[in-house]
């Protein structure tokens, strides 16, 4: 039977649908900034849209990590309590904290530099991300058990080790990665986009990312064409970890003070900017630009509805409802076009 076969969806149709589902992100987020100029003037000023931009970049880089995981058909609950523990223990670092029993007075402080405070959040979350990557690959455990199990484990980790209070009042070095300008653009949004670019970078043009692809596509025939299928999953987890480090060192220095419930709910917004960007949730397809599409879309939509006095209940009602619909219209591309 050819493409063109009575019933059969032709090769045309098929690359038809599948721009358009590409390109659904992009063009329901042009229109959405559409309504909310018309709507509110004050959206469209600059200084709004950087801060759409500053504020999306923390789980904009979670993000980034997450459309690794989602594309080998996973899932990381665990990444707020994650951006938690590596923001808390980088900012003890910073103060020369000993944690719960450390005086935070800043006459007192004896801490290392914003470079180590960086690197420290970098290897706690890699460190985390390991740990879990291997409890999915050799303990067999199921993704959503084991990061379910580390939300609860890094939360607890991050009240013990804070005594629940926060860390605050960093040196301008430390408050510069959060809070610093290059030109008019702020340090976070070069730290999300630059990461962004790499990532888009690996996944597209690298032998790595047609592995990462072809694990989610259909990880028993990666598995039978000889790719190290439990070591390509553990490198996802890895990978979000990093970024969930990253993330916890810079919401820390943009607030100046790290918190031990920083970070709660940011599951929900990072797993709904990958697969609003198009990634599915089972596997095999999506992309970095979807994902950072995703991002700016939900910080759209968050920004537009707080200038419009619409309360914060009803943001993740919207949120919810789009992430349903977003998941629904993948179904539909997936049943018009089967592989």
């Not at 970049?57 to 523990?85: P, Y």
């Not at 970070?263 to 900017?273: D, F, P």
């Amino acid at each position: 039977m050819t493409d063109n076969a009575p019933g059969k969806p032709t090769s045309d149709r098929r690359a038809l649908s599948r721009l358009v589902a590409g390109l659904a992100p992009l063009i329901f987020l042009l229109a959405m900034m559409a309504v909310f100029a018309v709507l509110e003037p004050r959206f469209l000023n600059s200084t709004n849209l950087f801060n759409v931009m500053r504020q999306i970049s923390i789980t904009g880089l979670i993000a980034l990590g997450m459309t690794f995981v989602i594309l080998t058909a996973g899932i990381d609950l665990s990444v707020g309590s994650l951006l938690a523990l590596a923001g808390m223990i980088a900012a003890a670092v910073a103060k020369g904290s000993t944690g719960n029993t450390l005086s935070l007075d800043d006459s007192a402080a004896a801490g290392h530099g914003a470079m180590t405070a960086m690197l420290v959040a970098i290897g706690i979350g890699l460190t985390g991300g390991l740990l879990q990557g291997l409890g999915i690959t050799k303990l067999k455990v199921p993704p959503f058990v084991v990061t379910l199990g580390g939300l609860s484990i890094f939360r607890g980790m991050t009240l013990w080790f804070s005594g629940g209070g926060p860390i605050s009042g960093f040196e301008a070095d430390y408050r510069w990665w959060g809070q610093g300008y290059v030109g008019p653009i702020p340090v976070p949004v070069i730290i999300f986009l630059a990461c962004a670019a790499i990532c888009h970078i690996v996944l597209r043009h690298t032998r790595y990312g047609r592995h990462i692809y072809a694990v989610g596509g259909n990880p028993e025939a990666a598995r039978l064409s000889g790719l190290p299928v439990d070591r390509l999953i553990l490198s996802v987890y890895v990978i979000v970890g990093f970024f969930a480090g990253l993330a916890g060192f810079v919401l820390s220095a943009r607030l100046n003070s790290a918190e031990a419930v920083a970070g709660i709910g940011y599951e929900l917004t990072v797993i709904a900017s990958v697969v609003i960007g198009g990634t599915s949730l089972f596997g095999g397809a999506g992309s970095v630009v979807g994902t950072v599409v995703g991002a700016i879309l939900i910080g759209v939509l968050v920004n537009g509805l707080v200038l419009n006095n619409v309360s914060s209940y009803v943001q993740q009602i919207v949120i919810g409802l789009i992430i349903i619909l977003a998941v629904g219209f993948d179904r539909w591309i997936k049943t018009r076009n089967p592989a």
